[in-house]
Protein backbone atom coordinates (compact mmCIF):
# COMPACT_ATOMS: atom_id res chain seq x y z
CA UNK A 1 0.00 0.00 0.00
CA UNK A 2 1.25 3.42 -1.00
CA UNK A 3 1.54 5.14 2.07
CA UNK A 4 2.96 9.16 1.36
CA UNK A 5 5.06 10.18 -1.94
CA UNK A 6 7.80 7.51 -2.16
CA UNK A 7 6.74 5.90 1.13
CA UNK A 8 4.90 2.51 0.52
CA UNK A 9 4.44 -0.71 3.60
CA UNK A 10 4.44 -4.23 1.82
CA UNK A 11 2.59 -7.32 3.61
CA UNK A 12 3.46 -10.58 2.09
CA UNK A 13 1.15 -13.42 3.73
CA UNK A 14 2.43 -17.10 3.24
CA UNK A 15 -0.35 -20.39 3.82
CA UNK A 16 2.09 -23.57 3.20
CA UNK A 17 2.50 -26.85 3.96
CA UNK A 18 4.83 -29.64 3.31
CA UNK A 19 8.28 -31.16 3.49
CA UNK A 20 11.29 -31.01 0.90
CA UNK A 21 12.33 -34.47 -0.77
CA UNK A 22 13.66 -36.72 2.16
CA UNK A 23 12.93 -34.05 5.09
CA UNK A 24 15.43 -31.75 2.87
CA UNK A 25 18.19 -33.56 3.96
CA UNK A 26 20.74 -35.28 1.99
CA UNK A 27 22.14 -32.79 -0.88
CA UNK A 28 24.11 -29.47 -0.46
CA UNK A 29 22.41 -28.12 -3.88
CA UNK A 30 18.80 -29.39 -2.68
CA UNK A 31 16.72 -29.98 -5.67
CA UNK A 32 13.86 -27.67 -4.88
CA UNK A 33 14.22 -23.72 -3.92
CA UNK A 34 10.68 -23.54 -2.17
CA UNK A 35 11.20 -26.24 0.37
CA UNK A 36 11.92 -25.07 4.07
CA UNK A 37 13.77 -26.28 6.80
CA UNK A 38 10.50 -25.13 8.75
CA UNK A 39 8.26 -27.54 7.07
CA UNK A 40 4.59 -28.45 8.39
CA UNK A 41 2.70 -31.55 8.37
CA UNK A 42 -0.65 -29.11 8.09
CA UNK A 43 -0.99 -25.63 6.34
CA UNK A 44 0.68 -22.86 8.28
CA UNK A 45 0.20 -19.25 8.07
CA UNK A 46 3.16 -17.35 8.51
CA UNK A 47 3.58 -13.35 7.97
CA UNK A 48 7.15 -13.71 5.70
CA UNK A 49 7.63 -10.20 4.13
CA UNK A 50 6.83 -6.86 5.99
CA UNK A 51 8.15 -4.01 5.64
CA UNK A 52 8.69 0.02 5.15
CA UNK A 53 10.08 1.31 2.22
CA UNK A 54 10.90 5.02 1.28
CA UNK A 55 12.13 6.01 -1.87
CA UNK A 56 14.20 9.38 -2.19
CA UNK A 57 14.26 10.52 -5.99
CA UNK A 58 17.34 12.65 -6.76
CA UNK A 59 15.90 14.43 -10.06
CA UNK A 60 16.59 13.94 -13.72
CA UNK A 61 15.48 11.27 -15.63
CA UNK A 62 12.53 9.01 -14.91
CA UNK A 63 11.35 5.39 -15.43
CA UNK A 64 7.97 3.59 -15.59
CA UNK A 65 7.33 1.19 -13.05
CA UNK A 66 4.97 -1.78 -13.19
CA UNK A 67 2.91 -3.01 -11.16
CA UNK A 68 3.94 -6.62 -9.59
CA UNK A 69 4.58 -8.97 -6.41
CA UNK A 70 6.36 -6.66 -4.09
CA UNK A 71 5.97 -3.76 -6.80
CA UNK A 72 4.00 -0.84 -6.96
CA UNK A 73 2.87 0.57 -10.49
CA UNK A 74 3.75 4.16 -10.92
CA UNK A 75 6.78 6.35 -12.23
CA UNK A 76 10.30 7.29 -10.03
CA UNK A 77 13.27 9.09 -10.56
CA UNK A 78 16.43 6.57 -12.17
CA UNK A 79 18.82 8.36 -9.89
CA UNK A 80 17.28 7.30 -6.30
CA UNK A 81 18.32 6.41 -2.71
CA UNK A 82 16.05 3.62 -1.48
CA UNK A 83 15.53 2.80 1.95
CA UNK A 84 14.04 -0.72 2.84
CA UNK A 85 13.53 -1.73 7.04
CA UNK A 86 11.22 -4.93 8.30
CA UNK A 87 11.18 -8.27 7.65
CA UNK A 88 12.20 -9.84 4.33
CA UNK A 89 14.66 -12.64 2.38
CA UNK A 90 18.23 -11.41 1.73
CA UNK A 91 17.59 -12.45 -1.70
CA UNK A 92 14.86 -9.78 -2.52
CA UNK A 93 17.48 -7.24 -2.91
CA UNK A 94 21.15 -9.15 -3.57
CA UNK A 95 22.26 -11.63 -5.85
CA UNK A 96 19.35 -11.34 -8.33
CA UNK A 97 19.41 -12.76 -11.69
CA UNK A 98 17.10 -12.30 -14.98
CA UNK A 99 17.55 -15.89 -15.73
CA UNK A 100 18.47 -17.59 -12.63
CA UNK A 101 17.15 -16.53 -9.43
CA UNK A 102 13.37 -17.29 -8.57
CA UNK A 103 12.31 -21.24 -7.96
CA UNK A 104 8.48 -20.47 -8.72
CA UNK A 105 9.39 -19.81 -12.28
CA UNK A 106 12.85 -21.01 -13.49
CA UNK A 107 15.67 -22.84 -11.65
CA UNK A 108 14.98 -25.07 -8.88
CA UNK A 109 18.06 -26.22 -7.63
CA UNK A 110 19.50 -23.84 -4.95
CA UNK A 111 23.30 -24.14 -6.30
CA UNK A 112 21.79 -22.49 -9.39
CA UNK A 113 19.35 -19.64 -8.63
CA UNK A 114 21.58 -18.18 -6.04
CA UNK A 115 25.30 -18.06 -4.86
CA UNK A 116 25.85 -21.24 -2.95
CA UNK A 117 28.10 -20.54 -0.82
CA UNK A 118 26.57 -17.14 0.11
CA UNK A 119 25.60 -18.15 4.23
CA UNK A 120 22.80 -15.19 3.55
CA UNK A 121 21.24 -14.66 7.08
CA UNK A 122 17.82 -16.36 7.68
CA UNK A 123 15.15 -18.23 9.69
CA UNK A 124 13.99 -21.76 8.35
CA UNK A 125 11.41 -20.17 6.31
CA UNK A 126 14.62 -18.15 4.56
CA UNK A 127 13.40 -14.87 5.85
CA UNK A 128 15.40 -12.48 8.33
CA UNK A 129 14.89 -8.56 9.64
CA UNK A 130 17.03 -5.72 9.04
CA UNK A 131 17.73 -2.56 6.85
CA UNK A 132 18.80 -1.72 2.90
CA UNK A 133 19.82 1.22 1.29
CA UNK A 134 20.49 1.58 -2.09
CA UNK A 135 21.89 4.24 -4.49
CA UNK A 136 20.87 3.72 -7.88
CA UNK A 137 21.95 5.48 -10.98
CA UNK A 138 21.12 4.35 -14.80
CA UNK A 139 24.40 2.57 -15.44
CA UNK A 140 24.89 1.28 -12.03
CA UNK A 141 23.73 0.52 -8.27
CA UNK A 142 25.12 0.20 -5.04
CA UNK A 143 23.55 -1.60 -1.96
CA UNK A 144 24.42 -2.66 1.34
CA UNK A 145 22.07 -4.14 3.87
CA UNK A 146 22.20 -5.49 7.79
CA UNK A 147 20.25 -8.19 9.41
CA UNK A 148 19.51 -10.72 11.97
CA UNK A 149 20.90 -13.96 11.84
CA UNK A 150 20.26 -17.69 13.23
CA UNK A 151 20.87 -17.66 17.25
CA UNK A 152 22.47 -20.93 16.25
CA UNK A 153 22.79 -22.96 13.07
CA UNK A 154 19.81 -23.68 11.37
CA UNK A 155 17.55 -22.15 14.17
CA UNK A 156 14.05 -20.06 14.09
CA UNK A 157 14.62 -17.55 16.23
CA UNK A 158 16.59 -14.23 14.92
CA UNK A 159 19.06 -12.22 16.72
CA UNK A 160 21.52 -9.42 16.30
CA UNK A 161 24.68 -11.61 17.94
CA UNK A 162 27.07 -8.92 18.99
CA UNK A 163 26.98 -7.97 15.19
CA UNK A 164 24.28 -9.68 12.73
CA UNK A 165 25.02 -9.88 9.65
CA UNK A 166 26.04 -7.48 6.79
CA UNK A 167 26.19 -7.75 2.99
CA UNK A 168 27.30 -5.00 0.14
CA UNK A 169 27.24 -5.37 -3.23
CA UNK A 170 27.52 -3.61 -6.83
CA UNK A 171 25.77 -3.90 -9.57
CA UNK A 172 27.07 -2.41 -13.16
CA UNK A 173 24.58 -2.66 -16.29
CA UNK A 174 25.63 -2.57 -19.71
CA UNK A 175 25.03 -3.21 -23.52
CA UNK A 176 26.92 -5.60 -25.18
CA UNK A 177 26.25 -5.72 -29.01
CA UNK A 178 22.78 -4.26 -28.73
CA UNK A 179 22.17 -6.65 -25.77
CA UNK A 180 21.63 -5.70 -22.15
CA UNK A 181 23.67 -7.23 -19.45
CA UNK A 182 24.66 -6.58 -16.02
CA UNK A 183 28.01 -7.72 -13.27
CA UNK A 184 27.50 -7.80 -9.83
CA UNK A 185 29.89 -8.06 -7.12
CA UNK A 186 29.09 -8.97 -3.66
CA UNK A 187 31.01 -9.15 0.06
CA UNK A 188 29.50 -10.42 3.47
CA UNK A 189 29.85 -11.34 6.98
CA UNK A 190 28.18 -12.94 9.15
CA UNK A 191 28.40 -12.75 13.23
CA UNK A 192 27.21 -15.84 14.78
CA UNK A 193 27.21 -18.44 17.39
CA UNK A 194 29.51 -20.91 15.42
CA UNK A 195 31.70 -23.49 16.57
CA UNK A 196 35.09 -23.80 14.51
CA UNK A 197 35.92 -27.28 12.26
CA UNK A 198 39.26 -27.87 13.54
CA UNK A 199 38.51 -27.02 17.18
CA UNK A 200 36.07 -29.67 16.80
CA UNK A 201 37.92 -32.24 15.13
CA UNK A 202 41.06 -31.59 17.70
CA UNK A 203 38.62 -31.32 20.37
CA UNK A 204 36.93 -34.88 19.26
CA UNK A 205 40.85 -36.63 19.29
CA UNK A 206 41.55 -35.34 22.50
CA UNK A 207 39.07 -37.27 23.66
CA UNK A 208 37.97 -40.03 22.09
CA UNK A 209 34.68 -40.39 24.08
CA UNK A 210 32.99 -37.75 22.72
CA UNK A 211 30.60 -37.53 19.75
CA UNK A 212 32.25 -35.08 17.36
CA UNK A 213 28.56 -33.32 17.10
CA UNK A 214 28.81 -32.50 20.66
CA UNK A 215 32.15 -31.12 20.72
CA UNK A 216 30.93 -28.92 18.30
CA UNK A 217 27.79 -27.57 20.06
CA UNK A 218 30.45 -27.05 23.18
CA UNK A 219 32.60 -24.88 21.34
CA UNK A 220 30.07 -22.68 19.89
CA UNK A 221 30.78 -18.97 20.62
CA UNK A 222 30.24 -16.11 18.49
CA UNK A 223 32.88 -16.18 15.54
CA UNK A 224 32.83 -14.30 11.94
CA UNK A 225 32.22 -16.14 8.64
CA UNK A 226 32.94 -14.09 5.65
CA UNK A 227 33.23 -14.88 1.41
CA UNK A 228 32.35 -13.13 -1.48
CA UNK A 229 30.34 -13.74 -4.87
CA UNK A 230 30.06 -12.67 -8.50
CA UNK A 231 26.73 -12.56 -10.81
CA UNK A 232 26.60 -12.21 -14.63
CA UNK A 233 23.72 -12.12 -16.70
CA UNK A 234 23.57 -11.21 -20.37
CA UNK A 235 21.41 -11.27 -22.80
CA UNK A 236 22.39 -12.82 -26.40
CA UNK A 237 18.90 -11.94 -28.32
CA UNK A 238 15.22 -10.84 -27.24
CA UNK A 239 14.55 -14.62 -26.51
CA UNK A 240 18.36 -15.91 -25.67
CA UNK A 241 20.08 -15.00 -22.03
CA UNK A 242 23.18 -16.52 -20.46
CA UNK A 243 24.28 -16.73 -16.71
CA UNK A 244 26.82 -17.21 -14.64
CA UNK A 245 28.21 -17.17 -10.85
CA UNK A 246 30.71 -17.93 -8.13
CA UNK A 247 30.81 -17.50 -4.82
CA UNK A 248 33.65 -18.49 -1.55
CA UNK A 249 33.54 -18.39 1.90
CA UNK A 250 36.02 -18.96 4.35
CA UNK A 251 35.16 -22.39 5.47
CA UNK A 252 36.34 -21.82 9.15
CA UNK A 253 33.28 -21.91 10.63
CA UNK A 254 29.26 -23.74 10.63
CA UNK A 255 27.53 -22.50 8.15
CA UNK A 256 24.19 -20.40 9.93
CA UNK A 257 21.64 -20.41 7.44
CA UNK A 258 21.86 -21.42 4.03
CA UNK A 259 23.19 -24.98 2.85
CA UNK A 260 26.61 -27.22 3.12
CA UNK A 261 28.14 -25.25 0.43
CA UNK A 262 31.64 -23.37 1.41
CA UNK A 263 33.08 -22.59 -3.01
CA UNK A 264 30.70 -22.94 -5.67
CA UNK A 265 30.26 -21.85 -9.41
CA UNK A 266 27.42 -22.55 -11.92
CA UNK A 267 25.62 -20.94 -15.38
CA UNK A 268 23.29 -22.19 -18.07
CA UNK A 269 20.99 -20.30 -20.23
CA UNK A 270 17.53 -19.90 -20.57
CA UNK A 271 15.58 -19.40 -24.19
CA UNK A 272 12.04 -18.55 -24.89
CA UNK A 273 9.89 -20.20 -27.63
CA UNK A 274 9.45 -18.26 -30.02
CA UNK A 275 11.48 -20.23 -32.45
CA UNK A 276 9.01 -22.94 -32.25
CA UNK A 277 5.93 -20.73 -31.98
CA UNK A 278 5.60 -20.70 -27.87
CA UNK A 279 6.98 -17.52 -27.04
CA UNK A 280 5.98 -17.59 -23.65
CA UNK A 281 7.52 -20.85 -23.02
CA UNK A 282 10.63 -21.20 -21.59
CA UNK A 283 13.93 -23.93 -21.68
CA UNK A 284 16.30 -23.57 -19.18
CA UNK A 285 19.61 -25.45 -18.47
CA UNK A 286 22.12 -25.12 -16.21
CA UNK A 287 25.10 -26.62 -13.98
CA UNK A 288 26.57 -26.03 -10.72
CA UNK A 289 29.57 -27.43 -8.63
CA UNK A 290 29.93 -27.13 -5.24
CA UNK A 291 32.51 -27.90 -3.15
CA UNK A 292 33.60 -27.63 0.48
CA UNK A 293 37.22 -27.05 2.52
CA UNK A 294 39.52 -28.90 3.78
CA UNK A 295 38.33 -28.45 7.69
CA UNK A 296 34.80 -28.83 6.59
CA UNK A 297 35.00 -32.38 4.75
CA UNK A 298 37.14 -33.42 7.80
CA UNK A 299 35.07 -32.64 10.06
CA UNK A 300 32.18 -34.08 7.79
CA UNK A 301 34.49 -37.29 7.27
CA UNK A 302 34.60 -37.45 10.74
CA UNK A 303 30.73 -38.10 11.67
CA UNK A 304 30.04 -34.67 11.70
CA UNK A 305 26.77 -33.66 10.67
CA UNK A 306 26.06 -29.73 8.81
CA UNK A 307 22.67 -28.01 8.11
CA UNK A 308 21.11 -30.78 5.55
CA UNK A 309 24.08 -32.94 5.15
CA UNK A 310 26.72 -35.70 6.84
CA UNK A 311 27.01 -39.13 6.14
CA UNK A 312 30.41 -39.79 8.38
CA UNK A 313 33.67 -41.55 6.80
CA UNK A 314 33.14 -39.23 3.66
CA UNK A 315 34.76 -40.27 0.67
CA UNK A 316 35.21 -36.43 -0.82
CA UNK A 317 34.35 -35.46 -4.07
CA UNK A 318 32.92 -32.40 -5.71
CA UNK A 319 28.84 -32.09 -5.74
CA UNK A 320 27.81 -31.61 -9.51
CA UNK A 321 24.34 -30.74 -10.70
CA UNK A 322 23.06 -30.58 -14.07
CA UNK A 323 18.93 -29.17 -13.81
CA UNK A 324 17.19 -28.69 -17.35
CA UNK A 325 13.20 -27.91 -17.62
CA UNK A 326 10.70 -26.64 -20.12
CA UNK A 327 8.24 -23.80 -18.52
CA UNK A 328 4.60 -24.13 -20.50
CA UNK A 329 2.95 -21.29 -20.14
CA UNK A 330 -0.64 -22.98 -20.13
CA UNK A 331 -2.61 -19.42 -20.37
CA UNK A 332 -2.35 -16.13 -18.98
CA UNK A 333 -2.30 -16.92 -15.62
CA UNK A 334 -0.44 -20.02 -14.77
CA UNK A 335 2.18 -22.39 -15.96
CA UNK A 336 3.56 -26.20 -15.60
CA UNK A 337 7.08 -26.79 -15.27
CA UNK A 338 9.02 -30.11 -16.09
CA UNK A 339 11.89 -30.76 -14.41
CA UNK A 340 14.93 -33.00 -14.40
CA UNK A 341 18.22 -32.96 -12.06
CA UNK A 342 21.13 -35.28 -12.51
CA UNK A 343 23.48 -34.75 -9.03
CA UNK A 344 27.07 -36.98 -8.47
CA UNK A 345 28.65 -37.21 -5.29
CA UNK A 346 25.41 -36.10 -3.88
CA UNK A 347 26.73 -34.35 -0.32
CA UNK A 348 30.04 -34.23 -1.41
CA UNK A 349 29.92 -38.39 -1.01
CA UNK A 350 31.83 -40.31 -3.78
CA UNK A 351 30.16 -43.55 -2.37
CA UNK A 352 26.53 -42.19 -3.02
CA UNK A 353 24.68 -41.72 -6.55
CA UNK A 354 24.41 -40.64 -8.97
CA UNK A 355 20.85 -39.47 -8.43
CA UNK A 356 18.49 -38.58 -10.94
CA UNK A 357 14.75 -36.43 -9.05
CA UNK A 358 11.90 -35.31 -11.76
CA UNK A 359 9.52 -32.96 -10.41
CA UNK A 360 6.77 -31.31 -12.02
CA UNK A 361 5.54 -27.60 -11.00
CA UNK A 362 2.36 -25.78 -11.01
CA UNK A 363 2.35 -22.14 -10.45
CA UNK A 364 -0.78 -19.65 -10.34
CA UNK A 365 -1.14 -15.71 -10.34
CA UNK A 366 -3.88 -13.87 -10.32
Known amino acids: VRLWDGGAFYFNPELAQGFGLNGTLGLAGFPNGEAQKG ?65 RADFMNWAIWSSGAYDFPADLPGMTRGAVIELNRKDWAVRAGAFQVPREPNSDVLVFNGGGGGAVEFEERHSLFGQPGKVRIGAFINRGYTGAYRDAINLAQASPQTDINDAMTALRRNQNKYGFYGNIEQALTADLGLFARASWNDGRT ?58 GRLRYGHESIVEAYYALRVNGWSTVTFDYQFVANPAYNADRGPASILSLRAHAEF
Not at 93 to 103: C, I, L, Q, R, V
Open 39 to 103: GAEFPKFRPQRYYLQQTFGLGGEQEDVADGPLQLAGRRDIDRVTVTVGRFAVGDFFDANAYAKDP
Open 254 to 311: EILSFTDIDRSISGGFSLKGSAWGRPADTIGVGAAVNGLSSAHRNFLAAGGTGLLIGD
